[in-house]
């Protein structure tokens, strides 16, 4: 995503900010200046797009007839609105054209940067620093966020190898602080988050989808373990469930490895008994993790089945994946740690 800044009304600009262009009605020496004539934007004397003030439902469809005939489409607006933003991010892709939404204030940069969750090309700003810098926040995050297909630990091709693990010991775990993990989002059956005690061997463990006769279903809920726990975040990364916030993204994984993004609206904490259950990885290293003991906490089969922990036994085997190397900060490194 690039940021603009609005020089039309004036060229005096802060200098502690690199602009990747400048809009301005003439050229400003030693930028890139997108030149304003009329309606249109030129670079080196070449209509490069359309300025179209958004009013109406009339003047949204202006802008949509141009997507594909022009590189950009600015978009100024007389009350800001999101929707048509939505709608013309929605219009332009697979298309050669982009979007540049110009702000008024350092909510909406948000809002431009992550609409539909892709968000606009470019954010055009005028010459007030705090929108600056919201601006150059949002642009970091996106930047981060498009990057995550590069730096991911996991395939780009959004599935997992999902393994079988047997279940080697059962023990009493005490009690400690167990997590629950509920998500902006609604679990489909057989789905659940990864976690476990050793960054290389994690298990699914299955969402609150099901009826019980005792407690409501809460499709949106994972009960994770306790704080020490890693769980397999969205970027390919490991977090501790003790490190997680609100909005946090975490990776949503089905029995044959489909995944998702998701994020977490909120972390509920509360003293519980657990169950420390213990398999060795397909590696042969030996891997545990510790969930509560009660029966709405389930887990997936090899055969696709659903199992509470509280039936497990020696000998099942459950669906989980493995990771070669070891975690630093959940980033992978070659150097060996042991974790027992």
């Not at 809009?23 to 890139?32: F, N, P």
């Not at 332009?92 to 892709?118: C, D, M, V, Y």
């Not at 459950?318 to 150097?335: A, E």
Request: charged share 25%; proline share 3%; net charge negative.
């Amino acid at each position: 995503m690039e940021l603009w800044l609005d020089c039309r009304e004036s060229n005096k600009f802060i200098n502690d900010y690199d602009f990747d262009k400048y809009l301005s009605h003439e050229q400003i020496i030693g930028k890139e200046t997108l030149i304003c004539k009329n309606n249109s934007i030129q670079l080196n004397q070449e209509v490069m797009g359309s300025i179209i003030k958004i009013t109406d439902d009339s003047s949204q469809d202006d802008a949509r007839k141009m997507v594909g005939l022009v590189n950009w489409i600015v978009l100024e607006f007389e009350n800001w609105s999101m929707i048509p933003i939505e709608n013309l991010i929605a219009a332009s892709q697979n298309t050669p054209t982009k979007i540049a939404a110009k702000i008024r204030s350092e909510n909406e940069a948000q809002g431009a940067g992550f609409a539909l969750e892709t968000g606009v090309d470019a954010i055009i700003v005028g010459n007030e620093k705090s929108i600056i810098e919201a601006a150059l926040i949002t642009k970091y995050q996106r930047t981060e966020k498009e990057d995550y297909s590069e730096q991911s630990d996991i395939p780009k091709s959004d599935s997992l190898d999902i393994v079988s693990h047997r279940i080697i010991s059962i023990e009493d775990g005490g009690v400690g602080e167990r997590y629950c993990i509920d998500l902006t989002t609604l679990l489909d059956h057989g789905e659940g988050l990864l976690i476990g005690s050793s960054a290389s061997s994690l298990v699914i463990v299955h969402g609150e989808t099901l009826e019980s006769d005792y407690v409501p279903p809460r499709p949106f809920r994972v009960n994770a373990g306790p704080p020490h726990s890693y769980v397999l975040m969205a970027n390919g990364k490991t977090k501790y469930l003790s490190e997680l916030k609100s909005n946090d993204s975490v990776l949503v994984c089905d029995k044959f490895g489909n995944t998702r993004s998701a994020q977490i609206g909120r972390l509920k904490i509360e003293k519980r008994p657990f169950l420390h259950i213990y398999w060795n990885n397909i590696f042969d290293k030996p891997s545990s993790m510790f969930l509560q003991q009660a029966e709405t906490v389930r887990l997936i089969k090899s055969d696709g089945g659903l199992i509470s922990i509280t039936s497990l036994k020696q000998g099942d085997t459950i669906l989980g994946w493995n990771d070669l190397g070891s975690r630093h900060i959940g980033q992978k490194i070659n150097s060996q740690v042991i974790e027992r």
